[in-house]
């Protein structure tokens, strides 16, 4: 029998392809996998990525503050079965009772395999939402005030003290933001406002410094945290920040003006010099409003100006809190600012009687 070339080379191909197919058909059958949350959710999941970004395209929105290098240690979740081994770069952020409760960073959790995850139930709730730069200025040399007002959607419901985290456009970041306005302004304005500090060098914050403008769209996640006003407690209250801890504490503040300053309280923020200072003015009229309020800036290295017109303290805020303060047994403490700072601050205030769980912080 004289078989043509053209039918054998085609015979060919149609077999091969067949087998492709089958062997495509087989492998995508092994490599569909499935995320279960919180036994509730199901996410399919047809090609293996990092669980963090996984969830984020399925709308659920993990706080990841570093982006997702495994330097926050924000994007914990617990992994119930699936996930593999924890990863030498998740151990500094796990504890040994997290690690026996399965707890992993979302953003170290390679997902080649079916998983049972556990997310907190609060972060179910967590939107992703796009709004407009209504006002950007600055209010120091090197602080910027930012107003949001959103547009899809327009609600959101928070605690005074709690964060969002903005979308770095073009990087797929996120990076954490204390909500500086109080939960009322979101309510009735649709705004949002934030206080943010140009870190030399930082990818979102010469991003904001200096190319975002005014009418410009950006996208948020939110709200976060478990740092916010306990509306509860009766106790005085002392807040304490330095540099960009200034954002939650004046969303405290202003929720405390919104509720008639309830309790007695004092707010001391730590400063290098009098440029370093922000919102004087509506601090000094919260002042003036109320016997009860107190503001205390104290200047750490003044300029020879300074030294010369300031008429407030001089010296490391902590120092003068402990100067200051008398026996604070029933008072709690929100701080917020650098590391260094807080660690002086809550030695000072546990000296002076204050129970450890109520001094409460973010540390930036
Ligand atoms: C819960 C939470 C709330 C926050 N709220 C605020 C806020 O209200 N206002 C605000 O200005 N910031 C806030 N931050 C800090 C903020 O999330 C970013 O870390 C900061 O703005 C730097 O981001 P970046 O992308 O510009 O710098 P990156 O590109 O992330 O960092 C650049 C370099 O600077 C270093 N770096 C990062 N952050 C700091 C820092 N704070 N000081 C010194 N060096 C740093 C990094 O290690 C890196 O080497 C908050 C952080 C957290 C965790």
């Not at 330097?71 to 079965?81: I, L």
């Not at 009098?274 to 200047?299: C, G, K, M, T, V």
Request: charged share 25%.
């Amino acid at each position: 029998m004289n078989i043509q070339p053209i039918y054998v080379l085609t015979s060919i191909f149609v077999g091969v392809a067949a087998v492709l197919a089958i062997a495509d058909l087989a492998l995508t059958d092994q490599e569909q996998k499935t995320i279960n949350v919180n036994d509730d959710m199901y996410i399919p999941v047809s090609s293996s990525g990092m669980l963090l970004s996984i969830l984020s395209a399925n709308d659920i929105h993990i706080p990841a503050a570093c982006g997702g290098k495994a330097a926050c240690g924000h994007c914990k979740v617990e992994v119930k079965s699936g996930g593999g081994d924890m990863l030498p770069t998740e151990e500094a952020f796990i504890s040994p009772k997290e690690e026996e409760r399965g707890v992993r960073l979302a953003c170290q959790v390679k997902v080649n395999e079916d998983m049972k995850i556990h997310v907190k139930p609060e972060l179910l709730e967590v939107e992703e939402y796009t709004a407009e730069v209504e006002e950007i200025r600055d209010v120091t040399p090197t602080v910027k005030h930012v107003r949001l007002k959103m547009i899809k959607p327009t609600e959101i419901e928070f605690e005074a003290g709690q964060y969002a985290q903005l979308l770095v456009p073009g990087f797929d970041v996120f990076r954490a933001y204390s909500i500086a306005s109080p939960p009322s302004m979101a309510r009735d304005e649709d705004a949002l406002q934030f206080t943010i500090k140009l870190v030399p060098g930082g990818l979102c914050t010469s991003w904001i410094h200096f190319a975002l403008e005014e009418g410009d769209t950006v996208k948020f996640t939110g709200p976060y945290g478990h740092f916010y006003l306990d509306e509860e407690s009766d106790r005085d209250i002392i807040l304490i920040g330095g540099g960009a801890g200034m954002a939650p504490m004046r969303g405290i503040l202003e929720r405390l003006d919104e509720l008639g300053m309830p309790r007695p309280t004092r707010y001391y923020f730590g400063a290098r010099n009098s440029d370093e200072l922000y919102y004087e003015d509506r601090f000094a009229e919260l002042e003036e409003q109320y016997d009860n309020f107190e503001y205390i800036p104290a200047l750490s290295d003044p300029t020879p100006e300074d030294q010369k017109n300031w008429d407030g303290p001089f010296g490391f805020v902590t120092d003068v809190i402990d100067e200051r303060e008398g026996s604070l047994e029933n008072t709690e403490s929100y701080l917020c600012g650098p590391p260094v700072m807080l660690d002086a601050a809550e030695r000072i205030l546990v000296d002076h009687g204050m129970p450890k769980e109520k001094v409460m912080f973010d540390k930036f």
